[in-house]
């Protein structure tokens, strides 16, 4: 049996949605201080709703395959919706992660909350600090893939 899911490999080796958004709406950048891993998101939105949405990962095959299964959840749905993305959600939606590889997974639910919190500052929008639990600076404390 392999180590991975033939999604996570279809995902390593085909990632949707990379590159970047001339002028995005939102734009969120986390990282990983133990292995390196860098993940950066950009939103494009439209009434409420990510239109598109683009990544960059610096960082292993379950990075790459992470950010690119988080971008392909969150594309065409409202901002409100794409905020209830979870790492598990993505590690499901991947047929499952090495436990020693979760944090990839808990990176990508935390570049789409940044890139989300982002767009409400850039525009104003007010938000309750509750709705971004996950910030970039203590990635590195849930490796578990648990929550804070």
Do not use: W
């Not at 690119?68 to 993305?85: F, R, V």
Request: proline share 4%.
């Amino acid at each position: 049996m392999s180590l991975y899911s033939e999604k996570v490999m279809d995902h390593f080796r085909n990632p949707r949605n990379v590159g970047v958004i001339e002028n995005p709406d939102g734009v969120g950048e986390v990282g990983n201080a133990k292995c390196g891993d860098i993940m950066k998101m950009y939103i494009k939105v439209k009434d409420g709703v990510i239109e598109d949405v683009k990544f960059e990962t610096f960082g292993c095959g379950s990075a790459i395959a992470s950010s690119s299964m988080a971008t392909e959840m969150i594309k065409g749905k409202p901002i409100a919706e794409a905020l209830q993305l979870t790492n598990k959600a993505v590690t499901e939606a991947l047929d499952g992660l090495p436990a020693y590889k979760l944090h990839c997974s808990v990176l990508a639910e935390q570049a789409v909350q940044a890139a989300i919190r982002d767009y409400y500052e850039k525009n104003h929008i007010p938000y309750d600090e509750a709705m971004f639990p996950a910030c970039s600076h203590c990635a590195h404390e849930h490796e578990d893939g648990g929550e804070e």
